[in-house]
């Protein structure tokens, strides 16, 4: 588990030596990025914590298992929509409902409609037009479902 960091340093040391003006460049690109990173890792780690208090696996799959209905197709299709950040902060927090009974098609409806995002939907309306977007948006929205239900439909293997 450790290597990969353990690497990481041996390399960045290996090249600092090389060429320190580019490694502190890099460095210092990272950190930005981290910086960016941060609140949205804190939101997941805050709703991760929030998840494992309040909720057990008997209301995650009946919120958004297999026979969750009309719910389990709304709910993470309404929470992708409205969710922020970069989608790779979200992967935890996935994991950890889907080990708790989230069905494949939540997982994949919340996905799915991470593409549509509201606040940028009227400069979308600026570039293309409102006929354009509506279609696009209605289209996205709609194949969410589709692709959530072809999950459901192919058996898979669970994370333990």
Known sequence: MLLFPFMVLLLYGILFALMPEKILAALMRSGTILLNMIVPLLLVFVL??????????????????????????????VAGIISTGSIYVWYPLLRNVRERGAGDSSIAIFLYNRAVKP????????????????????????????VGYLLDAIPSERSP
Not at 50 to 77: H, V
Request: proline share 3%; net charge positive; hydrophobic share 60%.
């Open 48 to 77: 991760m914590v929030l998840l494992n208090l309040f909720l057990n696996t008997a209301q995650i799959s009946r919120f958004l298992g297999r026979g969750a209905g009309i719910r389990g197709i709304l709910l993470p299709a």
């Open 119 to 146: 606040f940028l939907l009227p400069v979308m309306v600026g570039y293309f037009g409102w006929v354009y977007v509506a279609v696009l948006t209605v289209c996205t929205v709609l194949g969410s479902f589709v």
